[in-house]
């Protein structure tokens, strides 16, 4: 008995640390998506600024 709720016990531990894993990992991928379409309009705005001398403010 004392085996089975050991067993139990680390099924429970190992299944809600995989939740919380790949519910970190979806946050993480989610934020590194947000602060590379803002880093890559950045970058197209810049660009913008420099070859068509226009600030990139009025362009977007």
Do not use: H, P, W
């Not at 709720?5 to 993480?28: D, G, M, P, Q, W």
């Not at 590194?32 to 600024?49: G, P, Q, R, S």
């Amino acid at each position: 008995m004392e085996r089975q709720t050991k067993k139990l016990k680390r099924c429970v531990f190992y299944y809600i640390k995989k939740i919380l894993y790949e519910n970190a990992r979806s946050f993480f991928r989610a934020e590194l998506k947000k602060k590379a379409k803002k880093l890559l309009k950045n970058v197209l705005c810049a660009f913008i600024t420099i070859f068509l001398g226009v600030d990139y403010r009025y362009a977007l």
